[in-house]
């Protein structure tokens, strides 16, 4: 039986992820992005299982459909997998939340929640080194921009004024990085 | 001695108050604490942050450990409320457009009537009105059903996150709402809409924000939870002293925080509510209580009071949720940490509720105490020994 999954992730990066994971498993998987008039809209698709990360805030307006209780709704639960403590762990840990509707089989939901997983985790890890990448530049032309202002000041070549940047960056227990931004920052006021 | 490290979480609302304030102002690491506070995205995270243990303790909307002890909503452990984080501080918004017909009505936008506000709000209204709520478990929940259950009016409630309240009013998702401050007044701020009620026009002492933790963690822990009870009780005491708002305000308007302007905090907490974008001021002094007059005490019936208001919506059994609710309002320990440090210790754990409207002498544990008016906009009086 394939199963209707909604994934709702404004990051498109992440749900392409989420997708890609989802479908060799012959799963139906639908995309909602936007915030506005989230639980109708899931209520409307009837999915069987709706993925979400835990930081997105609109989750809240999901949490209404563990309470639907008209005779026409499915019963709704958040995954919370009583025998499986440890997979629910490793979801929480991921951000992954799901929403399930009652009576699917364990071992279904648990292979849609492995998958979802590892794509919640191979993301955060995207967005790690991501992270650093873009800090480790920003760094970078930090340091240029107080060795460019040292040699134009003092008249010293740039190994002098990254040399004289590292001294007092070691002098005062300091990082150079931000013994440069001290600089750049005195360097635009005194301009 | 080194500091523990306590992990607590909060959602950005000016009532989490007393919790940055324990940690800025030294009140924790005098206890010998160190807390580390977390931002939550949402209710739900927050929620589940706590039952799996990724936080110690949390700022929590005063019905969800209810409703967690009535199983609603995916508990997997119990929850007791520790103290009262604060009392109201939560305001009723309207669109544009109701806010127009109402006044095009003769309605006076006077801030301070729940009935005629009602009424007012039922005559202009068409079709079922989308009112914003912060979850399905809140305060705000129960106030808008107590305040409209008299009227011809038709409503569904619809889950909005507190800082997306505004704009979803604006973009007309929804047309009304029902939101802890300063997402209220951010509807005015953006032009979104006009304010019509603040809470306590419903409820004059409705239970706002609790202090909450896994009983499992309580047991286990008792003088961290000792130490964190006297943190946060003498925040809140600070919190009410008019001469450290300003400095509240500086410190809650930060990003980690509340992330809100410092000016706008500064006017709520004064009470200088300006309830529509053509300014209208209306002076409602203590919007928001945090501490005076036993405000933190746990009432077992506040707690009662949101069991019976849950077990009627979702068709449960009303005395046992009451039993239940009533056993995680932790008043033992409420009197046990916080005694010696002259709390006002009420007489009895539980109170009719709504049932006093002029401040009323009570026993208590060192003689006598005032308790303020707690009644209900109808006339509402709650008696919880009367339901089991």
């Known amino acids: 039986m394939k199963l209707h999954i909604v994934i709702v992730e404004p990051d498109e990066t992440r749900a392409r992820l989420v997708i890609d994971s989802l479908q060799p498993l012959g799963h139906q998987v639908t995309v909602i992005g936007e915030p506005a008039g989230l639980a109708r809209r899931v209520r409307d698709i009837a999915p069987d299982i709706v993925l979400i990360d835990m930081a997105n805030p609109s989750r809240d307006m999901l949490e209404e459909m563990t309470l639907a209780s008209g005779p026409m709704d499915r019963p709704v639960a958040f995954f919370v997998d009583r025998t499986d403590t440890e997979l629910t762990r490793r979801a929480i840990e991921a951000g992954v939340s799901a929403y399930v509707i009652d009576g699917l089989q364990p071992d279904r939901v648990a292979a849609v929640m492995d998958a979802a997983i590892a794509r919640f985790q191979l993301f955060q890890r995207m967005r790690l080194e991501l992270e650093t990448t873009r800090r480790a530049l920003e760094e970078r032309k930090l340091i240029d921009r107080a060795k460019g202002i040292l040699m134009k000041k003092r008249g010293i070549s740039e190994e002098d004024a990254y040399a004289l940047m590292r001294k007092t960056a070691m002098d005062q227990k300091r990082k150079v990085v931000d013994v440069a931004s001290a600089l750049v920052t005195a360097a635009g006021l005194l301009s | 001695m080194s500091a523990s490290v306590l992990r607590v979480g909060f959602v950005p609302l000016l009532d989490m108050a007393p919790l940055a304030i324990a940690h800025e102002l030294g009140f924790a690491r005098a206890e010998g604490l160190n807390l580390e506070l977390r931002a939550a995205p949402s209710w739900s995270s927050l929620r589940d942050m706590l039952l799996w243990g990724q936080i110690d303790a949390a700022h929590m909307l005063a019905p969800l450990p209810v409703a967690m002890a009535l199983g609603l909503g995916g508990a997997v452990a119990q929850v007791d409320i520790l103290q009262n984080l604060s009392l109201n501080g939560v305001v009723v918004a309207v669109s544009l457009g109701l806010a127009d017909a109402m006044r095009a009505r003769g309605h006076g936008f006077g801030f301070d009537d729940a009935r005629t506000t009602a009424a007012d709000l039922a005559r202009v209204a068409q079709g079922v009105l989308r009112i914003g709520v912060p979850f399905p478990f809140s305060t705000q929940a129960a106030l808008v059903g107590r305040w409209l259950r008299e009227t011809p009016l038709r409503y569904e409630l619809c889950t909005v996150p507190p800082p997306r309240m505004a704009d979803a009013l604006g973009k007309g998702e929804i047309d009304a709402y029902c939101v802890g401050e300063p997402w209220g007044s951010m509807a005015v701020e953006t032009g979104a809409g006009a304010l019509v009620l603040p809470g306590k026009s419903i409820w004059a002492a409705a239970p706002e924000k609790v202090l909450a933790a896994r009983h ?129 210790l009420p007489g009895a754990s539980a109170k009719l509720e709504g049932a006093i409207s002029a401040p009323m002498t009570v026993a208590s544990e060192r003689g006598t105490m005032i308790l303020p008016p707690d009644r209900f906009f109808d006339g509402h009086i709650f008696d919880s020994a009367a339901c089991v």
């Open chain 2, 216 to 344: 499992d963690w309580i047991e286990a822990h008792p003088d961290l939870t000792r130490a964190l009870m006297r943190a946060v009780w003498k925040a809140g005491k600070w919190m009410d002293d008019p001469d450290n708002r300003e400095t509240a305000c500086a410190l809650l308007g930060r990003a980690e925080y509340v992330n809100a302007p410092s000016e706008l905090l500064d006017r709520i907490l004064r009470g200088e509510m300006i309830v529509s974008p053509r300014g209208e001021l209306r002076h409602t002094p203590q919007i928001i209580r945090f501490h005076q007059d036993a405000a933190s005490f746990p009432w077992r019936s506040q707690a009662a009071w949101f069991a019976a208001d849950l077990a009627q919506r979702h068709d449960l059994p009303v005395g046992p949720a009451i039993d239940a609710a009533q056993a995680i309002a932790r008043t033992d320990l409420y009197r046990e940490n916080l005694r010696d440090l002259g709390a006002d």
